[in-house]
């Protein structure tokens, strides 16, 4: 158990066979009756335990993070790989083989704690990890580059992507009037739009997705050298996406669709695993690239800035009380350890402000870092004092510094023995509200990614936008977001114009670049696997061989659910779902083994076949059910016969070449 499991465990209470009691350890004797004179008579202030329990009970809600309110959390171990002392003097990154527990957060942005899992929208990825030095929090997205550039303009960008304030709709969408105003009349935001449009944005899992720290830091060694640095985690089951449609039935067929994953998956073992890597810039380099490397809404393309892979985060253990943890954890781009650093990105000098403020008013004070799950694992000791919620009990008489009551401590230490020190960055300048010219190019980097995607990629992008740009209701705003796409690539603009009904674009020539990073496209860069991912074999009384199917997948680590026309037994295999109380949009892929002979269990069973072809999930007969009103074709990609073929197709993932299918 890791020094951070240990500290859990003295906070943890299980109140099973034990007496109920009240608040100050009274024995209740009683607790379904409220104090009243009669039985059919009202009831009396006396009543303490019935007020008790009510005035807790109305208290029990505190308010949502302001964005990032909809997440699930699970704990961890990170594992350096290798000494990267050269780079960093950060302790939990010194030696091969060390081991510093961890707990991250995985999350939406812009619904409410209640919305769906599998919206269009950036997902969070913070980590907490509970050094030696004190905890290191790492608060990173899974797209590398943010909407705005100064961080003056987040509550803007913020009010434009939530509910609009007249009516508070709609929900957990960017597909609405006031957030592509916000991206026509904001242009800086151009490269992050073409990462939201893109299949990034509605990803399988959280196990499947990169994160990114998107701010430049800075690395310094003990020998007091700096690199800038921008951090990388990649999972090593490769990054997987959804298709549109699937995301959006999902999202009612099961809200719960990634918190569910990671949790199952954790219970049963398949630990998700993301390796840490980083990008470094020598000081002396700031200046040799053709973006400014303190400018958020630019990458580092990895072809000319290498990731060196430092470790590797392990996911291992579920929460045991998702307020006590998931939602009280609080994350801070301040909690750095001594080797980590700040850049003068202008976003990164805000959030540095916004984490600590956030969570005094979330967290009801200043004492937010006492509760169990942000405590430091190393000892902590300062002149703060009171507050509300206090817990700790500091004694003695000396809360100030300097003092010789207590020989002058707790005093601060000498950065050779741990003691942080600020990385001694000469600046010189003239006090402005104002943003540097380096920062002013913002269409560049948008075309080059929109250059490196496949044909696939590019044609998600535009179902996207011609979805998202045609929910907005006014016609000025459409037109606007297609000149605004113009500048990015002329013929996606035109194709969105039409789409949106608006006039082409007036901009007939495209930011010029021919530049292209390859390492931004999911499909340029597949992983093949079946690790984890979850087949529907569809069975009934007819089904021959059940255990061997079962068998061959689960040998493939594949996760196997049996669904039939009702809840029954089939050669011993208790059915896991029906196939009304599941869907073929829950499932990696479907295994066709029955047929049902009433009408209505068949037209049901072509729901769950046209569905996965349509979202071009490999499909398996091992039957022939009679395909009438689908328009599914049996001759194409990833439409197959036996089971050791439909686990080949399950490695590739989806099968794009489909003509029929309307995914
Ligand atoms: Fe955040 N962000 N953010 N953000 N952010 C919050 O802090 C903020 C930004 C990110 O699971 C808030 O505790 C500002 C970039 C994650 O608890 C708040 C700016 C990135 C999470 C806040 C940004 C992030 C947050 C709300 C622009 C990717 C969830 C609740 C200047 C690198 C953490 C909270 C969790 C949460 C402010 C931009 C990531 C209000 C001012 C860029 C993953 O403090």
């Not at 004492?367 to 694992?377: A, G, M, Q, T």
Request: a negative charge; aromatic letters at 10%; charged letters at 25%.
């Amino acid at each position: 158990m890791n020094k951070k499991q240990q500290q859990l465990d003295h906070f943890k209470s299980d109140d099973s066979n034990r007496p109920l009691t009240t608040n100050q350890g009274l024995k209740v004797s009683e607790d379904e009756h409220s104090l009243k004179i009669g039985s059919r008579g009202p009831t009396i202030m006396e009543d303490f335990h019935f007020r008790e329990k009510m005035t807790h009970f109305d208290h029990e809600r505190i308010p949502e993070r302001v964005v990032h309110a909809r997440g699930t959390a699970a704990h961890g171990v990170f594992e350096c790989y290798e000494d990267a002392s050269d780079i960093t003097k950060a302790n939990f990154l010194s030696e091969k083989g060390k081991q510093t527990p961890v707990f991250v957060r995985f999350s939406t942005v812009a619904g409410s704690r209640g919305s769906a899992d599998t919206v269009r929208d950036v997902r969070g990825f913070a980590t907490k990890f509970y050094t030696e030095e004190g905890n290191y929090d790492l608060v990173a997205n899974n797209m590398p580059v943010f909407f705005v550039q100064d961080a003056i303009k987040f509550p803007d960008f913020v009010h434009a992507v939530k509910p609009e304030p007249h009516n508070e709709i709609p929900q957990a969408q960017s597909a609405h009037d006031t957030f592509w105003d916000f991206i026509a009349n904001n242009q800086e935001s151009a490269h992050m739009v073409m990462w939201h449009l893109s299949d990034r944005a509605i990803p399988r899992s959280y196990r499947t997705m990169e994160g990114f720290g998107v701010n430049t830091y800075r690395f310094v060694n003990a020998a007091g050298q700096a690199h800038f640095v921008k951090f990388h985690w990649k999972p090593k089951l490769g990054v997987q996406s959804l298709v549109w449609d699937e995301a959006q039935k999902i999202a009612g067929k099961d809200p719960d669709f990634h918190r569910r994953d990671l949790y199952d998956n954790i219970e049963q073992g398949n630990f998700p695993e993301y390796e840490l890597g980083v990008q470094l810039i020598a000081q002396e380099d700031e200046f040799n690239f053709d973006f400014d490397i303190l400018d958020p809404t630019k990458i580092w393309p990895e072809e000319e800035v290498p990731v060196r892979i430092l470790g590797k985060m392990t996911l291992n253990q579920n929460v045991d009380n998702f307020f006590a943890e998931t939602e009280q954890v609080a994350f801070h781009v301040g909690h750095v350890v001594p080797g980590i650093d700040f850049s003068n990105d202008p976003l990164l000098q805000g959030r540095l402000f916004s984490y600590t403020d956030t969570q005094l008013i979330r967290l009801g004070g200043p004492n937010f870092h006492e509760l169990p799950i942000n405590r430091p694992v190393c000892p902590f000791h300062n002149n703060q004092r009171d507050g509300y919620g206090r817990q700790t009990i500091n004694v003695g008489p000396v809360s100030y510094h300097k003092n010789s009551i207590q020989q002058n401590t707790p005093g601060p230490v000498s950065p050779s023995d741990g003691g942080y020190e600020h990385y001694q960055e000469k600046v010189d300048g003239v006090k402005v509200r104002a943003r540097s010219q380096s920062f002013m190019d913002h269409f560049t980097q948008a075309r080059m990614f929109w250059l490196s995607m496949t044909d696939i990629e590019k044609e998600h992008i535009v179902k996207a936008a011609s979805f998202e740009v045609g929910k907005v209701a006014r016609r000025n705003i459409r037109q606007q977001v297609v000149e605004m796409f113009a500048n990015i690539d002329v013929e996606l603009a035109a194709q969105l114009a039409l789409n949106v009904g608006v006039e082409p674009p007036k901009t007939i020539q495209a930011v010029e670049t021919n530049k292209i990073s390859p390492a931004v496209s999911l499909f340029a860069n597949p992983v093949f696997t079946t690790e984890s991912k979850k087949v529907a074999i569809i069975v009934d009384e007819t089904t021959e061989n059940v255990s061997k199917i079962v068998e061959t997948l689960k040998n493939q680590k594949i996760a196997v659910e049996l669904i039939s026309d009702r809840q029954q037994i089939i050669q011993h295999f208790e059915v896991d779902h029906t196939m009304d109380t599941a869907s073929p949009v829950l499932y990696d892929g479907i295994i066709v083994a029955a047929k049902f002979g009433d009408p209505k269990s068949s037209s049901k069973l072509n729901h769950y076949i046209q569905e996965t072809y349509n979202h071009y999930k490999p499909l398996a007969f091992l039957v022939a059910p009679d395909l009438i009103g689908t328009n599914v074709n049996k001759g194409d990609e990833g439409v197959v016969q036996t089971v050791e073929s439909f686990i080949e197709a399950l490695r590739i993932g989806r099968h794009w070449n489909r003509p029929n299918a309307i995914g």
